[in-house]
């Protein structure tokens, strides 16, 4: 393995991954804080270092509907987005996964207007959760820059045909400075095979995309694709398998700091994560059997090794950044909890929501999170849910 | 199509539900849809070919001698060729059942 290893800005690093993948066409609308990505990706395009048709758009909406466009006739295709363009880009998300084109989104994880944010949290996320997309959550920048090559790999493979979505905190994330191992290009070529849509728009062989499907078909297009979105995981192993093997970095749905014999676990997605494990270490030297799982892969949803991670844990503690309004607290907790509802020997799951608008939680705030979500699992609250880090 | 759109399974289904039928929305018997079909009196028509025109689903043909012809398969019984014929040829009857 001959990696060089760089500082630079995570989204300089995601368009270094786009270059690595050969990406043909870039689609996308600038929005703080995911702006340096797509002036990454079209520096290296006007400078000749990639290959590819950038197409300027005058909205996110119309920027997913040119990538739908440009992947159904078999062009690798990307794009990167955050917040409200997440959001203007809603109805479109639906049908790149209906029609199943595998094109890759990073998404700079930002809060939601009103009033209005440029800073992180994962409200746009989870607005989109039921999208279809395969959706991946990156901790680092390494993790990022990894996961667009997997992402190319695991969506493209014809086992799948799906898009993915890769997350990173919003500033947290694009726009931190971290060294980053970038292979050589001869070891992308051979991780990611050349893209090959095995039904192209192609004038030679007409199809049509996109019908009309009317109450006696529509059923069943959706039943194909939810099995489809499920089936995936395997592939998703087995992408992250090879990308081990030949790179040195493992990647698992669901991961563990400290998880061996933690009675406690804290759960959290995204950079957020680092911190945790800063609080986890301070709380094990304090004696306390605390641990960290960190939820990677949010769609499909890893429920087998999920269940498996939290095994023997009495207190889940699960710290949301987004908010269900007038519902359970947030989006991740509840489907946690479903997903442990009925098995037999399950945890304690508490619900925390956090870090809203880009509103940090130190290591010292995670360790009164964890704390008071063990006094809650013992105590019990009058609330479906804490909330943390806010004036009251 | 080797099965009709009845008999297709979820697992049938080519990926995305893409058709490599060219022209497949010629099965669809928008017909189906139909509460009123037109009846034309071929005493009054003057084969101006109006309802020809006007017929959004080109269900209205045009026979040897000239005349309209109802396409009962496509026609969805707008009743846009009754507002349209200038001769007052064509009416609406309701359908049965």
Redesign the interface.
């Known amino acids: 393995m001959k990696e060089k290893r760089i500082g630079m800005e995570v989204s300089q690093a995601i368009a270094i991954a786009t270059k690595l993948a050969d990406v043909d066409v870039i689609s996308a609308y600038p929005i703080t804080p995911q702006t340096h990505i797509v002036e990454g990706v079209a520096e290296l395009v006007a400078d000749g270092e990639l290959d590819a048709d950038c197409i300027p758009v005058e909205s996110e909406h119309s920027a997913m509907s040119a990538c739908l466009g440009s992947s159904a006739v078999g062009a690798r295709t990307f794009t990167a987005t955050a917040g409200q363009g997440l959001e203007l880009m809603h109805e479109v998300l639906y049908v790149a996964s209906?029609?199943?084109?595998p094109l890759v989104m990073a998404v700079a994880n930002r809060a939601l207007s009103a009033p209005i944010s440029i800073w992180g949290d994962h409200s746009d996320v989870m607005a989109v959760r039921d999208t279809g997309w395969i959706q991946i959550f990156a901790v680092n920048g390494q993790e990022t820059f990894d996961n667009v090559l997997c992402a190319f790999r695991i969506g493209e493979d014809h086992r799948v045909?799906l898009p993915v979505m890769v997350h990173l905190d919003g500033f947290h994330l694009t726009h931190m400075i971290e060294p980053i191992f970038i292979p050589e290009q001869s070891e992308v070529d051979r991780f990611l095979p050349p893209y090959q849509y095995?039904?192209p728009l192609d004038p030679d062989k007409?199809?049509?995309?996109?019908?009309?499907?009317?109450p006696?078909?529509y059923f069943?297009?959706k039943?194909?694709q939810a099995?489809v979105l499920t089936a995936a995981k395997e592939v998703i192993l087995e992408a992250w398998k090879e990308f081990g093997d030949i790179f040195g970095r493992h990647y698992s749905p669901v991961e563990g700091y400290h998880r061996e014999g933690a009675k406690v676990l804290l759960l959290t997605m995204g950079s957020f994560s680092e911190t945790a494990m800063t609080a986890i270490d301070a709380l094990r030297d304090e004696g306390k059997e605390v641990g960290l799982i960190m939820l990677r892969l949010w769609r499909p949803f890893p429920f087998k090794e999920f269940r498996q991670a939290v095994k023997g844990a009495d207190v889940l503690i699960v710290l949301d950044r987004a908010l269900s309004f007038g519902g359970p607290g947030g989006p991740v907790c509840s489907e946690v909890r479903s997903a442990l509802f009925n098995e037999d020997k399950k945890p304690k799951v508490i619900g925390f929501v956090g870090g809203l608008g880009g509103r940090a939680v130190s290591p010292d705030g995670f360790k009164e999170i964890i704390n008071r979500g063990i006094e809650v699992a013992h105590k019990g609250s009058e609330q479906e849910f804490e909330v943390f880090g806010v004036r009251e | 199509m080797a099965k009709s759109?009845?008999e297709?399974?979820?697992?049938?289904?080519?990926?995305?539900?893409?058709?490599?039928e060219?022209g497949?929305?010629s099965q669809?018997q928008t017909g189906s849809w139909r509460t009123e079909r037109p009846i034309i009196d071929l005493d009054k028509c003057t084969k101006c070919g109006l309802c020809y025109v006007f017929c959004p689903d080109m269900a209205i043909k045009v026979d040897d001698e000239g005349y309209p012809e109802t396409d009962l398969f496509y026609c969805k019984g707008c009743g846009i060729c009754v507002v349209e014929c200038p001769k007052q040829a064509i009416t609406m009857l309701e359908e049965e059942g």
């Open positions: 209906s029609m199943r084109l045909l095995p039904l007409p199809v049509s995309m996109g019908g009309m499907g009317a006696n078909i069943e297009t039943r194909a099995e | 759109a009845e297709l399974t979820w697992k049938d289904l080519e990926i995305g539900a893409i058709m490599t060219p497949s929305a669809y």
